[in-house]
Structure formats: structure tokens, C-alpha cells
């Protein structure tokens, strides 16, 4: 089987890996997903104004 | 010279070129890098649906430590499958019908798993060797059984990969030898041949996403036991 041949097995073991880390990571990565659009709770949040300064 | 159906795995060159470069490097011109925007086209929507569907579901077994992995386990996923589908297309080169990047990726991927999990928890690493529940008399047989099978998972997690493949393009490349040659001596059985042939291509379809996901699965599980 000319698998078995092992004269290029180091090109392939640098090269496959070479591809694995820096070619399709940063291409998945750049995938970025929204949040789930939420319903408006019934009763709006209880906020205190700011009455205090800036420093 | 006999016809050689082996020859179809050797790793082409053309011009000294090696083609397995190739192979290796142009399938991710079909997964385009997604744009800084909130909408985008089908492609990458499509894409980028399939990547968070995927990583939910192998991710939520895994605690916190095991979610350290993820963008490596995705992009082998992702390499896994393009190269396999891309594979079934007629005169392509499939890179992983080779045994070499198999185990390039079993091997130290199944290693660090198994690193991590005696760096951070050697006993219940250590432990895994042991099934609950042993009779007391069996306990030194299974320890080296248990011993074994665990080296002999990159092995397999490699092998599995390489004979499905090789195995699947082997049987496409025999069966459409014979309706080639079975199409001017007996065209009915030519036929026959033929839709057996489509049959195949379907099973293969199916046998390059599902090998990629088991390799994906199987490592995600060893890290389970180790994280």
C-alpha cells in the first residue's frame, strides 16, 4: 500500500498541521453569533438616577 | 504491469510539486472569512450555523476545562470534513486516505488529553484504569487490559479514519471499473452496476461526515475522562 511508505511522512505531519493551526483557526474564529432576541420583560427595571459627582 | 487499484493513494506529484500541498491548502478557499458585520450571506451564515450547532453539541458533556478546547477540536472538525467530501469528487486527492496525517493528528492529540489528564488529576486519570465493581481476583488482569486498550486508541482513532476512506474509494473505484467494462458487453447488467455505484456514492457521502464526527467525538471523550 503506498501509504506505508514513510519517505513523506514528516512533510505531511508539518505541512497537515501547519494548515490545522494557523490557516482554518482564525477562519473560525472570525465567526461571530448574535444573542437570541429576548421579549421585553413586563416590568421595566428599577433605576436609581445618578446624584452623585464626578471626582 | 497489472492494473494497480492502489495507486490512487499514492501521494501525487507533478513536476516535483507535491500535490498533497495542494489538496491541503485549497479547500478553505470555500469557507470564506466572515465580515465584521451582524448580517452576512448565505455561506457564512450557513457555516457559521453548522459551527455553533456542532460545537454545542460536543461541548455541553464537557465542565468548563474541557471548553479550552473547542476552537482546536472545530477546526479539525472542520478539516476533517472538507477534506473527506472534497475526496468523493471525481480526481480528487483525499490527504486523509493517508495513514501519515491521521496519525499526525492522532497521536498528539490523543497524547495531550491524556497529558492533561495526569498534570491536573493524576489519580482519577489513573483510576480510569480500573472499572467499577471488579472482583477482587481480577483486579492485575483488567489493569492491563484497560493499560492496553488505552494505547491503543490512537492507533485506532488513526486506522479508523485511513480504512473507511481508503476502503470507500477503493469500492467506488472497482465498481466503476466494472460498468466501464461490463457497459459494451452487457449493458443491462451495466446498468444494475451503475445504480449500485450511485448507491455507494451515497454511502460515502455519509461515511466521510460521520467518520470525521467520530474522531471529533472519540477525542472529545478522552478528554472528557481526563478534564
Known amino acids: 500500500m503506498p501509504q506505508l511508505n514513510p519517505a513523506p511522512w514528516l512533510s505531511i505531519l508539518v505541512f497537515s498541521w501547519f494548515v490545522f493551526l494557523f490557516v482554518i483557526p482564525p477562519k473560525v474564529l472570525n465567526h461571530s453569533f448574535m444573542n437570541e432576541p429576548a421579549p421585553q420583560s413586563a416590568e421595566k427595571p428599577k433605576f436609581n438616577p445618578w446624584n452623585w459627582p464626578w471626582y | ?227
Open chain 2, 1 to 227: 504491469m497489472m492494473l494497480n487499484f492502489f495507486d490512487q493513494f499514492m501521494s501525487p506529484v507533478l513536476l516535483g510539486i507535491p500535490l498533497i500541498a495542494l489538496a491541503l491548502l485549497l479547500p478553505w478557499i470555500l469557507f470564506p472569512n466572515p465580515a465584521a458585520r451582524w448580517i452576512n450571506n448565505r455561506l457564512i451564515t450557513l457555516q457559521g450555523w453548522s459551527i455553533s450547532q456542532t460545537t454545542h453539541q460536543l461541548f455541553t458533556p464537557l465542565n468548563q476545562g474541557g471548553h479550552k478546547w473547542a476552537t482546536l477540536l472545530i477546526s479539525l472538525m472542520i478539516f476533517l470534513i472538507s477534506l473527506n467530501l472534497l475526496g468523493l469528487l471525481p480526481y480528487t486527492f483525499t490527504p486523509t486516505t493517508q495513514l501519515s496525517l491521521n496519525m499526525a493528528f492522532a497521536v498528539p492529540l490523543w497524547l495531550a488529553t491524556v497529558i492533561v489528564g495526569l498534570r491536573n488529576q493524576p489519580t482519577i486519570a489513573l483510576g480510569h484504569l480500573l472499572p467499577e465493581g471488579t472482583p477482587l481476583p481480577l483486579i492485575p488482569v483488567l489493569i492491563i487490559i484497560e493499560t492496553i486498550s488505552l494505547f491503543i486508541r490512537p492507533l485506532a482513532l488513526g486506522v479508523r479514519l485511513t480504512a473507511n476512506l481508503t476502503a470507500g474509494h477503493l469500492l467506488i473505484q472497482l465498481i466503476a471499473t466494472a460498468v466501464f467494462v461490463l457497459l459494451p458487453l452487457m449493458p443491462t447488467v451495466a446498468i444494475l452496476t451503475a445504480s449500485v455505484l450511485f448507491l455507494l456514492t451515497l454511502l460515502e457521502v455519509a461515511v466521510a461526515m460521520i467518520q470525521a464526527y467520530v474522531f471529533i467525538l472519540l477525542l472529545s471523550l478522552y478528554l472528557q475522562e481526563n478534564v
